[in-house]
């Protein structure tokens, strides 16, 4: 394992297994305007995953019979159900807990969602249309990307924001040539790093301005759309760190748009890919998000880190602990919990790593979140297989 320091981060290139990815730890929150952003790209020619399936509203928490069990005598608040297993009150179908309170969930929630919308998401969303193809112009130039690649790494990024219930990304065009400059510097270097210095191997200003503002990985080849997958994942190989850099800027609120560079140059190793995630543009009501999401969550999305994200202007989450219940037999499953700090944008989060177990397709995993400033979050994960 060759460890690559790249702007007081730590990233990670794996050499000799020609399946590992590697990534940076994520792009540093953006003070300034660099100019590298502008905000008034064109649309993207994807719209993202299929909308979900809306109702006409939530239900009323109520139930069409007495309580029974361990619910005996117990009486829930507005939004909120008995646990016939514990007899602990937890917010109704249709509600969510923010802050140790049930309330209604928008339309498009991801815990309204079935399993079949969910799993049909993954199949469309979670595909490569053009296969990746790069002709290098010489050891610096910035050669040729298939055409379609771009739309097939903004499908990627905009399937795990809409599981997470965020809206979809569009490319920010007017980006293009830096980020590919970027992209030329990681794979001509064979390392990462967000403030590449003159003396790099094809550097320019350009590039150099882009990899400060963006997530950046090195391939054994493959395509850039895997990695999203990866930035997402934001862990190689165990032990993970908890950082999360990564996947805290792909589900940031405010992302509306990303930079997209991707290049293998003349005898180079890795496939370098940029993906800018200072563009802005991005909106959301939500006063939290989750990685695996609430509701039916596709099985490839649970192994390694769980996370919690406060919303941008949400409740901090400073002392948050987590923990996880199996819903079938009430087992308390081993986390090893911490919550990360925030130096900017995008807000801190809490983390966990499942401790000697994986999420088994099937079963359903009851998050509590803890310890929060406003209150505690407790929210379900329903794992679902769609393969």
Same mark, same amino acid.
């Given at each position: 394992?060759?460890?690559?320091?790249?702007?007081?981060?730590?990233?990670?290139?794996?050499?000799?297994?020609?399946?590992?990815?590697?990534?940076?730890?994520?792009?540093?929150?953006?003070?300034?305007?660099?100019?590298?952003?502008?905000?008034?790209?064109?649309?993207?020619?994807?719209?993202?995953?299929? @909308?979900?399936?809306?109702?006409?509203?939530?239900?009323?928490?109520?139930?069409?019979?007495?309580?029974?069990?361990?619910?005996? =005598?117990?009486?829930?608040?507005?939004?909120?159900?008995?646990?016939?297993?514990?007899?602990?009150?937890?917010?109704?179908?249709?509600?969510?807990?923010?802050?140790?309170?049930?309330? $209604?969930?928008?339309?498009?929630?991801?815990?309204?969602?079935?399993?079949?919308?969910?799993?049909? @998401?993954?199949?469309?969303?979670?595909?490569?249309?053009?296969?990746?193809?790069?002709? $290098?112009?010489?050891?610096?130039?910035?050669?040729?990307?298939?055409? =379609?690649?771009?739309?097939?790494?903004?499908?990627?990024?905009?399937?795990?924001?809409?599981?997470? =219930?965020?809206?979809?990304?569009?490319?920010?065009?007017?980006?293009?040539?830096?980020?590919?400059?970027?992209?030329?510097?990681?794979?001509? @270097?064979?390392?990462?790093?967000?403030?590449?210095?003159?003396?790099?191997?094809?550097?320019? &200003?350009?590039?150099?301005?882009?990899?400060?503002?963006?997530?950046?990985?090195?391939?054994?080849?493959?395509?850039?759309?895997?990695?999203?997958?990866?930035?997402?994942?934001?862990? *190689?190989?165990?032990?993970? *760190?908890?950082?999360?850099?990564?996947?805290?800027?792909?589900?940031?609120?405010?992302?509306?748009?990303?930079?997209?560079?991707? &290049?293998?140059?003349?005898?180079?190793?890795?496939?370098?890919?940029?993906?800018?995630?200072?563009?802005?543009?991005?909106?959301?009501?939500? +006063?939290?998000?989750?990685?695996?999401? $609430?509701? +039916?969550?596709?099985?490839?999305?649970?192994?390694?880190?769980?996370?919690?994200?406060?919303?941008?202007?949400?409740?901090?989450?400073?002392?948050?602990?987590?923990?996880?219940?199996?819903?079938?037999?009430?087992?308390?499953? $081993?986390?090893?919990?911490?919550?990360?700090?925030?130096?900017?944008?995008?807000?801190?989060?809490?983390?966990? *790593?499942?401790?000697?177990?994986?999420?088994?397709?099937?079963?359903?995993?009851?998050?509590?979140?803890?310890?929060?400033?406003?209150?505690?979050?407790?929210?379900?994960?329903?794992?679902?297989?769609?393969?």
């Amino acid at each position: 394992m060759l460890a690559v320091l790249a702007g007081g981060c730590t990233g990670e290139l794996f050499v000799g297994d020609a399946g590992a990815t590697g990534g940076d730890a994520g792009a540093p929150p953006p003070t300034v305007d660099a100019g590298v952003r502008p905000l008034d790209a064109a649309p993207g020619t994807d719209a993202g995953p299929p @909308a979900p399936v809306t109702d006409a509203g939530p239900p009323t928490g109520s139930d069409a019979g007495p309580p029974t069990g361990a619910c005996v =005598g117990v009486t829930c608040g507005a939004g909120e159900r008995c646990e016939p297993r514990s007899g602990a009150c937890v917010c109704a179908d249709g509600f969510m807990d923010v802050g140790g309170r049930c309330a $209604p969930v928008a339309p498009g929630d991801p815990s309204t969602r079935t399993a079949d919308e969910v799993c049909t @998401a993954w199949r469309d969303g979670h595909v490569i249309d053009a296969p990746m193809a790069y002709t $290098p112009d010489g050891m610096c130039g910035l050669g040729t990307v298939t055409p =379609g690649v771009h739309e097939d790494v903004v499908r990627r990024a905009s399937l795990f924001r809409w599981l997470a =219930g965020l809206g979809p990304v569009t490319e920010n065009v007017a980006d293009r040539t830096a980020m590919q400059e970027c992209a030329v510097m990681m794979s001509a @270097a064979g390392a990462l790093d967000h403030m590449p210095e003159p003396d790099w191997p094809c550097y320019t &200003a350009d590039g150099a301005r882009a990899a400060r503002f963006s997530n950046l990985s090195l391939r054994f080849g493959g395509h850039p759309a895997e990695a999203i997958d990866q930035l997402m994942r934001d862990c *190689s190989r165990p032990p993970c *760190s908890t950082g999360i850099g990564h996947r805290k800027w792909q589900l940031y609120y405010g992302l509306g748009s990303i930079g997209i560079g991707a &290049a293998q140059v003349e005898g180079a190793s890795f496939l370098g890919t940029c993906i800018g995630i200072a563009n802005g543009g991005g909106t959301s009501f939500r +006063p939290w998000v989750a990685y695996p999401n $609430p509701g +039916p969550a596709p099985l490839e999305t649970t192994d390694r880190l769980w996370s919690f994200h406060p919303g941008e202007s949400g409740f901090s989450v400073s002392g948050g602990e987590a923990s996880v219940v199996r819903v079938s037999d009430g087992a308390s499953m $081993p986390v090893t919990s911490t919550a990360t700090g925030s130096f900017g944008l995008p807000p801190g989060a809490v983390v966990w *790593s499942l401790d000697g177990w994986t999420a088994e397709a099937g079963e359903t995993y009851r998050v509590t979140i803890a310890g929060l400033r406003d209150g505690d979050v407790t929210y379900d994960v329903e794992v679902v297989d769609c393969r």
